[in-house]
């Protein structure tokens, strides 16, 4: 498989960006809260004779129970009705609203890394003649049409794929691709700049072949 040296540098700043922006964003919090631990500890002054190691290995620790804790109130039904009523509160907020979108799209690229996707697959959109990279996520059982399979799809946006389109369609009408899910991601989000140098294709009722 041949790579060009633009091709590797732009993997390569795919790769390093979700670790990049993650360690930014943990370097931001902890900076901050370490800034209010300080004024804290100051109304207790026998911590005040600790060591600056211990300070910040104290604040770390503090720091990480006040995340578990903030996370098992998410989980809990009180904690999702409070989430859900910020969230509400936050997207009909002027100007707040595309901020908090994104950063909310942003945390749940980095963090959550379950995904329902099944396939990756090759579908005529937004009209015949013209293609696009999809994710197979369940079996249309609920609809009942003509009889034929059916399946619900999710095309992704670029470069946000955490937004997209729901499409449900006839399995003769789609192509299986034989890539992962992780490699079609990486196909979608740098707008077909990455991409392997050959893919097989293959049709729910034909055998795989080779396309370039």
Do not use: C
Request: avoid cysteine; aromatic fraction near 16%; charge should be positive.
């Amino acid at each position: 498989m041949k790579f060009s040296f633009k091709h590797n540098i732009i993997s390569g700043f795919v790769a390093i960006l979700p670790l990049a922006v993650t360690v930014l964003i943990f370097v931001f919090v902890y900076n901050k809260f370490t800034y209010l631990f300080l004024k804290f500890i100051k109304y207790f002054p026998e911590l005040q004779f600790l060591p600056q190691f211990a300070i910040t290995v104290l604040g770390l620790i503090v720091l990480f129970l006040l995340l578990y804790l903030i996370g098992f109130f998410t989980n809990t039904i009180l904690g999702r009705w409070v989430t859900s009523l910020f969230d509400r509160i936050f997207m009909k907020t002027p100007l707040v609203n595309s901020i908090y979108s994104s950063a909310r799209s942003l945390s749940e690229t980095l963090f959550k890394k379950k995904t329902s996707f099944k396939e990756a697959v090759l579908i005529q959109f937004p009209r015949n003649g013209g293609y696009t990279i999809g994710f197979v996520t369940t079996v249309v059982d609920w609809l009942s049409l003509d009889g034929e399979k059916r399946l619900s799809i999710f095309i992704p946006t670029t470069p946000n794929p955490t937004s997209g389109f729901f499409l449900i369609v006839k399995e003769s009408e789609i192509m299986y691709l034989d890539i992962s899910v992780e490699w079609a991601l990486k196909i979608i989000v740098s707008g077909g700049i990455i991409h392997p140098d050959t893919v097989k294709i293959r049709k729910p009722d034909e055998d795989k072949k080779s396309v370039e």
